[in-house]
């Protein structure tokens, strides 16, 4: 392994071009909210209030992000500043993969990883999500660098400040523990328990929090994903907070748990098959270096435990140990098939580094693609916004739509009256506010948005919530088409 630094005008250029390439991309996008579990976490944000300690639980967020969106108000366009932020913020996370790179690899090989790490389509876009999926990963490839170094203390810090931020990384700092434990053999135990200690304090931050709420240190509602991962979910209609445990949930068909685990793990098998095969090789071998065994071995515990509940943005964190694995392979295989002259002087050859910067214009040109992608999506948003004549966040919520995505740029990003979603189960102060729109019947639908005042209905095309389209599309007496978008079909409600 190589723990020289070779640093080129390219390497230190990077993290600069990085961040202005993210913050061109927003503002191209002009903004465009990307993910719908935006919206319910700036409604916690929005409720947060020390008078009622339930608004700071969240069944399946953490409550740093939430802190971070209430902050962020004080702009009134939190989303938008938020973007900003961690468009400039992605720049940290580009120095940090190329040191951690730099620790185990020679220069072309520290080249081939960044550009890899950096424009990988899922990290671009969470960096351009308001979700706390990005500060997570960054999170962790902090703790990365840190176990390189064999700094375990910052490690453990790095990861206890990701589970602020998103649960998974809980998972995170038990599987570096025990891989620590495993390959740090001198002072394994010791090492581990230094981790543990440092993240120690930041987790019970967050348990103490969920206490205060009046819910248990480590409650959640995960248990909801496993139930998706096995059965399935129709998030218009989300099953009612289950009163089983995780482990009960399992035990009640373990046939069906285990044949749908194994497709989420095939899911993963390009994260997960080159860490394996890389750490099988270095293991093999007996040329290990513990830091990189650690690395590997923790990412597979990690991949392994998550995939439980499968996110598919909860794998993100992982990446950086994914692209190091590939190139450490390429280099491995390299060295054993190409004689020594010959792969000495394709290394000498302008062709790689001309490789190299074609996929990097050719991933910007991706990135401004959906840029302009999401502003389109944003103009027709607009469009409804102007269409319906709506100018305030009430007659917002006077619209019923099953698009959990849709909403209204103009009115400080305002959304419809959605029903459904996890903030249904993980919220608890949610229904309250925003009542679950029933829609068993084409009585007791339309009954529920009259009562709810709501006189619109905007379905998505084709329709998430498929009975509740099928009731409007039939009954002509109640509901009258009014137009429709690229996306989106509104109707009147009568």
Known sequence: MSSETPRTGLIRFAPAAYSALLVVAAILSRFAVLSNDSFPLRW????????????????????????????????????????????????FYAILAIRL??????????????????L???????????????????????????????????????????????????VMI????????????????????????????????????????GHGMFESSQTLNVYRMMYGIDWNHPPAILDSSMFALVASDPLRFFSAYLSHVLSVADYLLPILVLGVWQFRTGSRDSRLMVLLTASILYLAAITVGYSPRAVLPIWPVAVLAIV????????????T??????????????????????????????????????????SIERDLGIRSTEEAKRIYTDDF???????????????GGWAEVG????????????????????????????????????PFNARAYAIVISDTGHYRFQFRTVHEAVYAIH
């Not at 700071?56 to 366009?77: C, D, H, K, S």
């Not at 450490?328 to 004689?339: C, D, E, H, Q, S």
């Not at 995505?405 to 029903?419: I, K």
């Open 341 to 382: 002259g010959i792969l000495q002087n394709l290394q000498m050859r302008p062709w790689i580094p001309a490789v190299l910067l074609a996929i990097v214009g050719a991933g910007v040109i991706e990135i401004f693609l959906g840029a302009n992608h999401a502003a389109m999506r944003v103009r027709e948003y607009e």
């Open 405 to 419: 995505g849709l909403y209204f740029p103009n009115l400080y990003d305002a959304t419809p009256r959605t029903s």
């Open 174 to 213: 038990a599987a570096f523990a025990i891989a620590v434990l495993i390959f740090e053999r001198d002072q394994g135990f010791r090492q581990s328990l230094r981790l543990c200690l440092a993240a120690l304090p930041i987790v019970l931050l967050q348990g103490l929090v969920q206490a205060w709420s």
């Open 101 to 118: 790179f730099e620790r185990f690899l020679g220069k072309m090989g520290v080249w081939t990883a960044i550009v890899v790490v950096l």
């Open 44 to 91: 916690q944000a929005d409720h947060l209030s020390l008078g009622d300690p339930a608004t700071f639980y969240n069944g399946f967020f953490p409550v740093g992000y939430p802190l971070l969106l209430r902050i962020a108000g004080f702009t009134r366009e939190p989303f938008a500043a938020t973007e900003i932020i961690q468009a400039l913020i992605a720049g």
């Open 120 to 170: 990988n389509p899922s990290a671009v876009r969470a960096a351009l999500s308001v979700t706390p999926d990005f500060l997570a990963a960054l999170a962790a490839l902090l703790a990365f660098l840190a176990i390189s170094k064999r700094d375990y203390g910052i490690a453990g810090i790095a990861l206890g400040i990701g589970a602020l931020l998103r649960t998974h990384m809980l």
């Open 328 to 339: 450490l392979l390429a280099r491995g295989l390299a060295k054993r098939v190409l004689p």
């Open 427 to 462: 919220l608890p102060r949610y229904l309250r506010e925003q009542q679950h729109i029933i829609d068993s019947s084409a009585d007791s639908f339309r009954e529920s948005l009259l009562q709810a005042s709501i006189r619109t209905a905007i379905f998505a095309i084709p």
